[in-house]
């Protein structure tokens, strides 16, 4: 069992839907994290939150929009997603810088599995 | 900018056998290291870590440590189980620039061990 959970663990979705994927941590953690991987590749970062706030966008087209409600939740709204973006979405979290020490560890969900027909 | 190299694979190893996947650094400030695993359908978890030179992290058997003079993080155990088939990823984390940021990962090792 892992500390980040990430609902759905599948989604299978059209080019035209609209859909959310979420990922909630209660370890206290002010510093979460998107990233995406393609099979048989390192994980890809998308987005950093920093106490709420986004910090880090790289570069992803807009089809895929970032939210954190609260320091616990974190949420990746899709919309008119193309094939190539079927991957694993990964969500991480982390001590913030502030927090404590600096470089702590992220922790990772399983992940939800994005299939787009 | 920072980066990580580690061996690719597949690596194939007879159960009991002895590992080592290595894996080297370049950074420009002074980064954390860790290894995580992946195990099939699963996300990542993290295995060990080390914050600064000479310090070795350890768990499950697994070590590595954490050498500033060759930047190197290399991986060890000394004897696998089958259990242990998974992807390996050598990651480092430099916030030295005072801002949260992703973890850089080498490409991953897969390992498959035989019984």
């Known amino acids: 069992d892992t500390e980040v959970t990430q609902t759905p663990k599948h989604l299978v979705m059209g080019m035209t839907n609209k859909k959310s994927l979420k990922c909630e941590q209660h370890?206290?953690?002010?510093?979460m994290y998107w990233y995406k991987q393609k099979a048989k590749k390192p994980p890809e970062l998308m987005f950093v939150y920093s106490y709420e706030k986004l910090s880090i966008n790289e570069s992803v087209p807009s089809r895929f929009s970032p939210e954190c409600p609260n320091s616990s939740l974190l949420n990746l709204h899709l919309h008119a997603l193309q094939p190539e973006d079927s991957a694993l979405y990964l969500c991480?979290?982390?001590?913030?810088?502030?927090?404590?020490?600096?470089?702590?560890?992220?922790?990772f969900g399983d992940g939800t599995r994005l299939s787009i027909l | 900018g920072d980066s990580v190299t580690q061996m690719e694979g597949p690596v194939t190893l007879s159960e009991e056998a002895f590992l080592t996947i290595n894996c080297t650094y370049t950074?420009?400030?002074?980064?954390?290291l860790f290894w995580y695993v992946q195990y099939p359908g699963e996300g990542l978890q993290l295995l060990l870590k080390?914050?600064?030179?000479?310090d070795k992290g350890s768990n499950k058997g697994f070590e590595a440590t954490y050498r500033k003079e060759t930047t190197s993080f290399h991986l060890e155990k000394g004897s696998v189980q089958v259990s242990d088939s998974a992807v390996y990823f050598c990651?480092?984390?430099?916030?030295?620039?005072?801002?949260?940021?992703?973890?850089?990962f080498g490409k991953g090792t897969h390992l498959i061990i035989q019984p």
């Open positions: 370890m206290g953690h002010r510093a």
């Open positions: 991480a979290s982390s001590q913030a810088p502030g927090q404590g020490a600096q470089d702590q560890p992220q922790h």
């Open positions: 990651a480092l984390s430099d916030q030295s620039g005072g801002g949260a940021d992703g973890l850089t």
């Open positions: 080390a914050t600064k030179a000479d």
């Open positions: 950074a420009t400030g002074y980064p954390s």
